[in-house]
Nanobody, 124 residues
Framework: QVQLVESGGGFVQAGGSLRLSCAAS????????MGWFRQAPGKEREFVSA????????SSLDSVKGRFTISRDNAKNTVYLQMNSLKPEDTAVYYC?????????????????WGQGTQVTVSS
């Protein structure tokens, strides 16, 4: 089992920044591809960004490229999502997730463990 706890969400004006953190406990953190997803009211959960086990490779949703940066610190068992130039359409609950096999980083169904989510609200 892997337990994931997100933090860092909040309320911010458009153009502002937030940094989300996800602390992991349980099994070896560096064995997992880590991803960030988000879900807005009435919408399906969507992929935002993911990072390889070593941190050397990342993938992101086109609409967040150049604004959001995913990173991880395996010594601290933590993955981060730095979000800059936030837009109202970024408003959602953000979830981190752990994927043991890393076969398809953008698929919700591929992830084995999920956090409880943290709310991000961006006002216009």
């Amino acid at each position: 089992q892997v337990q994931l706890v997100e933090s860092g969400g909040g309320f911010v004006q458009a153009g502002g920044s937030l940094r989300l953190s996800c602390a992991a406990s349980g099994r070896t953190f560096s064995n997992y591809v880590m991803g960030w997803f988000r879900q807005a009211p009435g919408k399906e959960r969507e992929f935002v960004s993911a990072i390889s086990r070593s941190g050397g490779s990342t993938s992101s949703l086109d609409s967040v490229k150049g604004r959001f940066t995913i990173s991880r610190d395996n010594a601290k068992n933590t993955v981060y999502l730095q979000m800059n130039s936030l837009k109202p359409e970024d408003t959602a609950v953000y979830y981190c997730a752990a994927d043991r096999y890393g076969r398809s980083w953008s698929k919700v169904s591929e992830y084995d463990y999920w956090g409880q989510g943290t709310q991000v609200t961006v006002s216009s």
